[in-house]
T-cell receptor, first 109, second 113 residues
Framework: GEDVEQSLFLSVREGDSSVINCTYT??????LYWYKQEPGAGLQLLTY?????DMKQDQRLTVLLNKKDKHLSLRIADTQTGDSAIYFC?????????FGQGTELSVKP | NAGVTQTPKFRVLKTGQSMTLLCAQD?????MYWYRQDPGMGLRLIHY???????AKGEVPDGYNVSRLKKQNFLLGLESAAPSQTSVYFC????????????FGPGTRLTVL
């Protein structure tokens, strides 16, 4: 079945770049997503990428997709303390989303 | 627009008690979902609905029932709560469109003693 894997924690210094990685199993996924969850809140869509693209940039965010290796990454440039949150990778499988475990990003001043 | 709202925000139950979680959305979305979030396990889909009057099982449906009598509401029921159902429950909704962005509610924190 479908599975999405992420590492659980990442710690960076303010101003550095953060790279959060994700692997997925369903090669037929049409869309892959990054969601952000701030403490005590629900998830919010950060960005998504269509499976026929290999890169998408949106201000400080860069998404890279390696379809051959089924690897997705999210790079946050100039990471700020306000970026501290849990980041979820998700793949679209039919009409549903399959989420990874979430990566907790900690940004130290 | 309020978006997706959930009630209650917190609840403590004793084993064997029942309760219903309410999700409401004012965006005229066709699809609605119930997830549970547990530490280190991400979000797991409990049940979902692709339209008024329809429901379907997700990844972890056992011990839960759902109803979608009105398009804007999706109810999640626990008939006989168990400690294993202690979790944070999130509702989400989405349009029937190409990118399937899901909009999430703020969550309900449920503790079963």
């Amino acid at each position: 079945g479908e599975d999405v894997e992420q590492s659980l924690f990442l710690s960076v210094r303010e101003g550095d770049s953060s790279v959060i990685n994700c692997t997925y199993t369903d090669s037929s996924s049409t869309y892959l997503y990054w969601y952000k969850q701030e403490p005590g809140a629900g998830l919010q869509l950060l960005t998504y990428i269509f499976s026929n693209m290999d890169m998408k940039q949106d201000q400080r965010l860069t998404v890279l997709l390696n379809k051959k290796d089924k690897h997705l990454s999210l790079r946050i440039a100039d990471t700020q303390t306000g970026d501290s949150a849990i980041y979820f990778c998700a793949e679209r499988a039919g009409g549903k989303l399959i989420f990874g475990q979430g990566t907790e990003l900690s940004v130290k001043p | 627009n309020a978006g997706v709202t959930q009630t209650p925000k917190f609840r403590v139950l004793k084993t064997g008690q029942s309760m219903t979680l309410l999700c409401a959305q004012d965006m005229n979305h066709e699809y609605m979902y119930w997830y549970r979030q547990d530490p280190g396990m991400g979000l797991r889909l409990i049940h979902y609905s692709v339209g008024e009057g329809t429901t379907a099982k997700g990844e972890v449906p056992d011990g839960y029932n759902v109803s979608r009598l009105k398009k804007q509401n999706f109810l999640l029921g626990l008939e006989s709560a168990a400690p294993s159902q202690t979790s944070v429950y999130f509702c989400a909704s989405s349009l029937v469109d190409s990118n399937n962005e899901q909009f999430f509610g703020p969550g309900t924190r449920l503790t079963v003693l």
